[in-house]
């Protein structure tokens, strides 16, 4: 939003704001639960990226909205070291990072200081997240801003963002935006829920997932505590004039994430971290747009084949039933009772009828109970192998290519079937294209086979980037692998091979080199390191 678009709506102001209406105040509702929960934010920025507050600023104003839990998701690439778990004001703060990827943004929760800058295709980062134990959600899948959009739902992520506050704004005509703007200063928290609608699209595809795997489905605050949306937010966090608007605690008394505890919070803030991401991961978790009714309690259960809802809100709504996405039943508040018809993803909605949007939000929104039978979500069975045909590469010899700043030397002792081994240095500095590699003409022999095989370990935690390159064009094709200092066998089928930059799709008939890349995707400028590896040969 420009200065000028502010300024103009100040103006307005005073000439608009007796005609307009404000958005009601939150209907109070009696607390009445038996089971331990507590009420959270997530999808946070501080000064430590592109928001204006720092971690304390955001912690209180959690307290002064009634926050037990907040999660902070400042931009990076993993590296920087998380801060341990604390109570800072009363409140829980847990520190996560929001990773950019090639296919979008990619939240890691639970994520210890990574080893090496966590970048690239999503399908690796979600690997690496995975691997360091964190928990991936998949942020604002359906930004307006195609660049901040989801791009690969193939990927296996653990959870997404079905509900984003900064895109649920995007969408927003200009002129709602400023008559929120107006409406803001008296009632911050029901003007930002009048801008919610219900995100359709997103609600499909996370049904569409669902019927296949578990995926965790969250409410995202993305709150920075300032208005003006930058060109991207990865890096191009903007220094100059801006509101502090939406507050951190407008956001957080906008709406928010209850989990549910097998005990409730306490002191230990290591302790409580843990179990507050162990509901996440279990999907023991369900939104509520609090600015429409407050304190928002949801009970829902399967008991044999008898779903049961039930909130604290008593009248004015509907409890709706989906069974893999669509309406099974629906009941008026306060409670839905339903007979499942045969195994699948069951979740619940409810609705108060003085709820905004267009469609009306969900003032509640469940994660699934999935009735499947065992074996369902596994992954399936390998694959019969098929006798392999094996042809050993000799080509050669290896030889080591590499930026002007940067160092890289082969060794090979026992030329030319031994092991092989680069040791690199990337040139220091800001990221710049540095890149070391290991190199072997292969002259024909990717021909009429489907996949790289090798085994391989590495002097630390790192990416290496398996490449294919064709003579005259220079296209290259790239599978990125990872190594640390145990020896393993790596595969890299050919159909996984993706072009370095643009380009039509790998044909192994026409590459005649195969690289083994360290570049500045996962290898800090300045990093040395080592890696080895042995029996390099092409399969089918
Ligand atoms: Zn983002
Ligand atoms: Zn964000």
Redesign the pocket.
């Known amino acids: 939003m420009s200065r000028l678009l502010i300024a103009a709506a100040v103006l307005a102001a005073a000439f608009l704001f007796a005609a307009l209406p404000l958005p009601s105040s939150p209907i109070a509702l009696p607390a009445a639960s038996s089971v331990s929960s507590a009420r959270g934010s997530f999808?946070i920025?501080t000064n430590r990226s592109?928001g204006s507050g720092s971690p304390d600023d955001a912690a209180a104003a959690a307290a002064r909205a009634g926050l037990n839990f907040i999660i902070l998701?400042d931009?990076g690439d993993g590296t920087r070291k998380p801060d341990a778990p604390q109570y800072r004001a009363g409140v829980l703060v847990i520190d996560a990072v929001?990773l950019s990827t090639e296919a979008g943004?990619y939240?890691a929760i639970g994520l210890p200081q990574a080893p090496y800058p966590l970048r690239g295709e999503a399908r690796d980062v979600i690997a690496d997240v995975r691997r360091l134990g964190g928990f991936g959600v998949v942020?604002?899948p359906d930004s307006s801003k195609p660049s901040l959009r989801w791009r690969d739902w193939d990927t296996d992520f653990d959870a997404m963002e079905w509900l984003n506050a900064?895109t649920e704004w995007r969408d927003e005509r200009g002129d709602l935006l400023v008559r929120a703007l107006v409406r803001y200063p008296f009632r911050p928290a029901a003007t930002l829920a009048s801008l919610l609608d219900r995100p359709d699209a997103t609600l499909t595809r996370w049904d569409a997932l669902t019927q296949r795997r578990r995926v965790v489905a969250l409410a995202?605050a993305?709150a920075?505590a300032r208005a003006g949306w930058m060109d991207d937010?990865a890096t191009g966090y903007r220094r100059g004039w801006f509101l502090k608007i939406p507050s951190y605690e407008a956001s957080f008394r906008t709406f928010a994430m209850r989990v549910t505890l097998d005990r409730p919070l306490g002191t230990d803030a290591a302790a409580d971290a843990r179990l507050v991401i162990d509901a996440l991961r279990k999907g023991s978790v369900y939104s509520a747009v609090d600015a429409i009714a407050s304190p928002a309690t949801l009970e829902f259960s399967a008991v044999s084949r008898t779903l049961t809802a039930r909130t604290n809100a008593t009248s004015g709504g509907t409890i709706v039933l989906r069974k893999d996405g669509r309406v099974l039943a629906q009941q008026p508040l306060p409670a839905l009772t339903a007979e499942a018809t045969g195994e699948g993803t069951y979740r619940v909605e409810v609705y108060l009828d003085a709820a905004p949007g267009n469609p009306p939000i969900p003032w509640i929104l469940s994660n699934p109970i999935y009735l499947q039978s065992d074996g369902w979500g596994s992954p399936s069975p390998a694959a019969q192998a098929l006798p392999t045909i094996t042809r050993g590469i000799q080509g050669g010899p290896w030889h080591a290519e590499k930026d002007d700043g940067s160092t890289a030397q082969v060794r090979q002792d026992n030329y030319p079937i031994g092991p092989v081994e680069l040791t690199f240095r990337l040139a220091g500095g800001d990221r710049a294209g540095q890149y070391a590699a290991l190199g072997i003409g292969v002259g024909k022999a990717l021909t009429e086979r489907t996949h790289l095989a090798f085994s391989a370990r590495a002097s630390r935690p790192m990416r290496v980037s398996v490449q294919a390159r064709h003579p005259q064009s220079g296209d290259r094709w790239q599978r990125s692998i990872y190594l640390d200092s145990d020896v393993r066998d790596v595969i890299v089928p050919f159909e996984e091979m993706t072009p370095v930059g643009s380009g039509p799709r790998f044909d192994p008939a026409l590459a005649d080199t195969v690289l083994f890349v360290i570049d500045t995707t996962n290898t800090a400028p300045g990093t040395e390191g080592s890696f080895t590896l042995e029996n390099l040969r092409v399969e089918r």
């Open positions: 999808h920025h592109d998701t931009h929001e943004h939240i942020a604002h900064d995202g993305d920075h937010d």
